[in-house]
């Protein structure tokens, strides 16, 4: 199994979706600490504005990167796919049974692995 562009994209997909939701909850604890400074609030503890901000992220992510999720999800569902393929390929080897074609295969040859 090599890895190549599938896994590369895999793992940007992904880290770019959990940046973009750390991203969320750091705004909002510093939207939360700076509404109450706007309050009077001088010494609002900043680990109750991380768990307030931890709580109100968790919807408010689902809800604003769902394109990011949608594209990790994929890439996951993707990267899942060709492991399985390739997995069952190994097998079929390991069995002495010719390995199943791969549709990617130009003619419908069996990859050399």
Known sequence: MSD???RSRLLLDVLAYVAARLV???VT???IIGVGRLFGVRDFPVVVALLFAIVIALPLGIWLFTPLRRRATESIATWDERRRRDREQLQARLRGDAAPEDPAAPDGEPRDG
Do not use: D, Q
């Open 4 to 6: 190549g562009p599938p």
């Open 24 to 26: 969320l909850v750091l």
């Open 29 to 31: 604890t510093l939207v």
